[in-house]
Structure formats: C-alpha cells, structure tokens
C-alpha cells in the first residue's frame, strides 16, 4: 500500500493542457474520485499516474519514490477501464492469473491467490466461462479482480460502472466500496457521475479543463463548493442574491416549504411536483421575479401540488457565499 503525491503535473497536447499544474496527496488506504465532465482530464490524470503517459512537466511520487519516468511495469498499479479489456480468448481464471504469470508467480500459489480474488468479487463457480459467456456485471468483476490479484499498491479505476445499468452500477458500488475497504488499497477512481462520487469517496477531487476546482470531503464539497462551477456540477444549486452584493448557494434539501402564509417565508407558486420515491422535486416560482428555485423534500404521505401556492424559507446558516 502506498501513497500518492502529484505535484504540478501538467500535460499538454499543443496549445491543450489536458492537465494543468494539478496537486494532489492521496494518503494511503484513501479513496478519492475525481470528477469532471468529459474532456476534463481525468483520463490523462489516471495514466500519468499509472506511467502510461509521461506529464510536460511536474513531478510523480507513489510511497515516496519519485516515479515520474519510471515505466509502468515497476508501479505496482492495478487498473480497471470502463471496457472490461478481458482477454476473450482465455477463461474467467486464465484472465485472472494472466498479471501473476506476469509476475513470475505460478503453479499453487498463483491458482490459491486468483481464486481468493475471484471469491473476493463474488465470482467463484465461474471460473470455467469466457468473457463473451459472462454479464457485464460479472465481466467487470473479472476486471477488477484481475486488478487486485497482485496485491497492487495503487488501484486506478476510470468510470469502471459507467456501461453498466443503474441498478447494477448502484449494487457495484457498494460492493467496490466493501472491496476496497477489506484490501485497504490506496484507490483513485474517475467518473462524471456525480452521485457515484459523493456516494464512495473520502474526498473527491473535481477537475474542469485539466485544472484543479476543488479537493474536499463529499459533504464540504456539496455544501460548501469552492466556486460556481462545482456547485453546479455536484447537483441542483440554488443561487441566491445577497443583500450586500454576492451570490450564495443553497441546496434543495434545505430550501423549506410551508403553506402559504405560514411566519414571513417568501411567498411563491409550485411550478411543477415530482415524485421520486422517498422524496418530492419541488420547481418553484419566487413571486417578484426571482429566479426560479428547486426545493426537495421528504415525502411524507402529502404533496404540494402544481399551482398550489407555498411558503419557502431556509436558514441563514444554509446559505453558502460562491465566487
Ligand atoms: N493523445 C491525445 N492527443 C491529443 N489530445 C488529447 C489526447 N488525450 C487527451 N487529449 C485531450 O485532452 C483533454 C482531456 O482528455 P481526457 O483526459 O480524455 O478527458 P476525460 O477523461 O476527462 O474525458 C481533451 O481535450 C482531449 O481531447
Ligand atoms: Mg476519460
């Protein structure tokens, strides 16, 4: 297990930097997501990390040693893409001993160490398929555990649930995070889902064309994005005009909603109400031609319902000043 240093890593591709002047620590056992819409980086990121790639400039340094020329063979790293990238030639368990022959590990050892990884991803009577025999939700287990079998110090994941459906993407997740937590490996993962960032992440680091936004914990970064463009990317903001001049964001969970009337709140109109299950999207109209707000409530047996007139509030304490 190691850790992870980038220190003004930049790369260009002529007048782009794909990444530029990027810092980051990732302390060992940590899992960080970084996150970014497409052609953000994050892919360029990942393979400068995994020696795939070589930074313009900036250095690299995985448990302390100063990787930046070393070739990828001598990382240690194991990586997930969002194609599987299964040999589809060889069985579920030739797939999986493939990097351990690489590593001149054979005979029993190899065979007890690829079927511990295979029960690790809950795969074990599987051993025998091919690829093209297997879902894509037991094709991507075979990846990650073709990731994890040679102990890697480092595991770089780029968007490795992004083919799959929601439901199995949702149950994957857990099972990654229940992974990653039992091995303790060092993790990186990239995506541009939102959610799956909040939801599996110590901290998430969030890129916008090869440059840095942010790098905090879910909660901090949701609730106190350090400008516009993370507050926007992490979900629904409400922005909110200052008396003093500024913009402040505030969540739709905690924008309140009462009846009309109800202690000094702003009167406005429910444009639209939409049912989600365990809670209601409320699309609100503020009267006096304020910009439209988005509130999210529990639903708790009762809507509003569109065009019914409400009362809408938050605390002073919800309200985040951005850039
Ligand atoms: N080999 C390359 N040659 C030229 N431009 C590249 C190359 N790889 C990436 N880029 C550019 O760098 C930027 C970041 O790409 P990438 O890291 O793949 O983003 P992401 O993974 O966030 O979608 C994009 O503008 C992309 O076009
Ligand atoms: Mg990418």
Not at 98 to 112: D, E, Q, S, W
Request: hydrophobic content about 45%.
């Amino acid at each position: 297990m190691s850790d992870i240093r980038l220190e003004g890593v930049t790369r260009r591709y002529g007048a782009v930097a794909a990444a530029d002047s990027v810092d980051l620590s990732v302390t060992q056992g940590e899992f960080v997501t970084i996150l970014g819409p497409s052609g953000s980086g994050k892919t360029t990121l990942l393979s400068l990390i995994a020696g795939l790639n070589r930074p313009t400039s900036g250095r690299i340094f995985i448990g302390g040693r100063d990787v930046t020329e070393a070739p990828a063979q001598e990382r240690n790293i194991g990586l997930v893409f969002q194609s599987y990238a299964l040999f589809p030639h060889m069985t579920v368990l030739e797939n999986v001993l493939f990097p351990l022959g690489v590593r001149k590990i054979t005979g029993a050892t190899a065979r007890t160490q690829a079927l511990d990884a295979l029960k690790l991803v809950r795969l074990e009577g599987l051993h025998d398929r091919r690829p093209s025999q297997l879902s894509g939700g037991q094709q991507q287990r075979v990846a990650l555990a073709r990731a994890v079998v040679f102990k890697p110090d480092i595991l770089l994941l780029d968007e490795p649930l992004g083919a799959l459906d929601r439901k199995l993407r949702e149950e994957l997740q857990v099972e990654l995070k229940q992974l990653q937590r039992t091995l303790g490996v060092t993790t990186l993962l990239v995506t541009h889902d939102q959610e799956e960032a909040l939801s599996l992440s110590d901290r998430i680091m969030v890129l916008n064309h090869g440059k840095t936004q942010q790098v905090a914990a879910p909660t901090e970064a949701y609730l106190k994005p350090a400008n516009r463009f993370v507050a926007e990317f992490l979900g629904i903001a409400n922005f909110i005009g200052l008396p003093g001049g500024g913009t402040g964001l505030v969540r739709p969970e905690r924008v309140k909603l009462e009846a009309a009337g109800v202690n000094g709140g702003r009167p406005a109109k429910v444009i639209e109400a939409i049912y989600l299950g365990q809670m209601v999207r409320y699309h609100l109209e503020l009267e006096g031609g304020a910009a439209p707000m988005v509130a999210a409530q529990p639903f708790v047996g009762r809507a509003y319902a569109a065009g019914e007139k409400v009362s809408v509030s938050w605390d002073a304490t919800d309200l985040w000043p951005v850039a």
